[in-house]
């Protein structure tokens, strides 16, 4: 079987996106939704070895796909951590996180946080707490 007999292909605004086969698609990226607990900077390498990342969230409608993505009980890390004493949310691509824009971080934080996201909300987790990852690229 060929790789595009064994792709996600979705046709958007008149371009052919296409996502490997045990990817989501949507918006033009790609969502992988793993099953295993690790900690956020293993989750991160994971992704990495895919040529993906953890999800850095840019609108609504991605929040809610991801969200609705999600199976019940399995929390999964996001792009978006803290990394030094009173410093800001931060997502993976450098970009600092606009509180309240798209959602907010329920939750204590300290200089070692990472965001954990659930089907309902977001919230504040230490780095080293293992969860599910889920991994984030562009689509081809």
Same mark, same amino acid.
């Given at each position: 079987?060929? =790789?595009?007999?064994?792709?996600? &292909?979705?046709? %958007? ?6 996502? #490997?086969?045990?990817? %989501?698609?949507? $918006?033009?990226?790609?969502? @992988? ?11 991160? @390498? ?18 809610? =796909? ?10 999964? /890390? ?6 030094? #004493?009173?410093?800001?949310? +931060? /997502?993976?691509?450098?970009? %600092?996180? +606009?509180?309240?824009? &798209?959602?907010?971080? &329920?939750?204590? &934080? ?8 659930? @089907?309902?909300? +977001? ?7 293992? =969860?599910?990852?889920?991994? $984030? @690229?562009?689509? +081809?």
């Amino acid at each position: 079987m060929d =790789f595009l007999q064994k792709a996600n &292909i979705t046709s %958007l605004a008149g371009n052919n996106y296409v996502c #490997p086969s045990d990817w %989501l698609l949507n $918006q033009g990226k790609c969502y @992988r939704f793993s099953t295993f607990s690790k900690t956020w900077n293993e989750s991160q @390498r994971d992704c990495l070895k895919l040529q993906a990342h953890l999800p850095v969230i840019q609108n609504s409608k991605e929040l809610k =796909f991801i969200q609705k993505s999600l199976k019940s009980g399995q929390p999964s /890390w996001l792009g978006l951590c803290i990394t030094s #004493p009173g410093k800001q949310w +931060v /997502w993976i691509n450098e970009h %600092l996180f +606009v509180e309240q824009e &798209i959602f907010s971080v &329920i939750g204590p &934080i300290d200089n070692m946080s990472c965001a954990v996201i659930t @089907r309902n909300q +977001v919230y504040s987790e230490d780095c080293d707490s293992k =969860f599910n990852g889920i991994c $984030q @690229r562009d689509a +081809v």
